[in-house]
């Protein structure tokens, strides 16, 4: 959430975890469309990620993942085989070829009301994993259960993937600076840090460092990031992309 009056770009199907159901009846309607709480002004992710669990790996002609693959998939999230099945044959039937492009994804993400380029880049980057391009269905299930179930640790790696823009394992100030100055266009002068207002990305930045910063050599590192959000929640509150 960025603000808590204006929680703009979190993107998670609400109640996720009491729904035992989630795949079909909470984050996909009859349509298949992925059911998004609090988009950015979209009512709904419409018509997205069906276009999204295609994999490359589990081969665009297989109808059903393997047992193998399914036991795989539920080791490394959250969802049970159930979920993840339906997940798949809902996704493989509107897309053979098994992945997602960068283009399909900005698509999705303008559907949801994520307009800036420069956050739906970020968005793919960090569910793009192996950074070849395309999202394929592994690292949908991966980031999506991240997102929607994931624990504190986990989303806030997440987090912290998609502020690392380069991927050199540390948040530097030119990162964090293009990453405020996208959120400013979107939503506007932030209120966070316990309702304080920023008026300028830039002094978010700074405060963001002195805050997280905690060898003050002007980046961020993993441990940094984590550390910082324990002692401050409310300033992590106010960064995260996905709650
Ligand atoms: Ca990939
Ligand atoms: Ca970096
Ligand atoms: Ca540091």
């Not at 984050?27 to 298949?32: E, I, K, L, T």
């Not at 047992?67 to 798949?88: N, P, T, V, W």
């Not at 269905?137 to 502020?163: C, H, I």
């Not at 060898?215 to 509150?237: C, F, M, R, S, W």
């Amino acid at each position: 959430m960025l603000d808590s009056r204006n929680p703009a770009v979190e993107i998670s199907c609400d109640a996720l975890s009491q729904d035992k159901n989630l795949v079909t009846s909470r984050c996909f309607d009859n349509q298949g469309s992925l059911l998004v709480k609090n988009p950015l002004k979209a009512p709904e992710f419409q018509n997205a990620p069906h276009n999204v669990l295609r994999s490359t790996e589990m081969g665009a002609a297989q109808s059903q993942l393997k047992k193998e693959e399914l036991e795989k998939l539920q080791e490394h999230s959250h969802f049970q085989q159930k979920e993840l099945k339906a997940m798949y044959k809902q996704f493989r039937k509107e897309q053979p070829q098994g992945y997602i492009d960068k283009e399909e994804f900005r698509e999705m993400m303008r559907q949801m009301g994520v307009v800036d380029s420069f956050l739906q880049d970020l968005i793919f980057n960090v569910f793009d994993e192996d950074k070849d391009g395309g999202i394929n269905f592994q690292e949908f299930v991966a980031a999506l259960s991240v997102m929607t179930r994931g624990d504190p640790t986990e989303k806030l790696e997440f987090a912290f993937n998609m502020y690392d823009i380069d991927g050199d394992g540390v948040i530097d100030k030119r990162e964090m600076g293009q990453i405020m100055e996208s959120f400013y266009k979107l939503v506007g002068p932030l209120v966070t840090f316990s309702g304080k207002k920023y008026e300028s990305p830039s002094q978010l930045v700074e405060e963001f460092f002195d805050i997280m910063d905690k060898n003050g050599d002007g980046k961020i590192t993993l441990e940094e990031y984590k550390e910082g959000a324990l002692k401050n929640p409310d300033v992590i509150q106010g960064l995260k992309l996905f709650s």
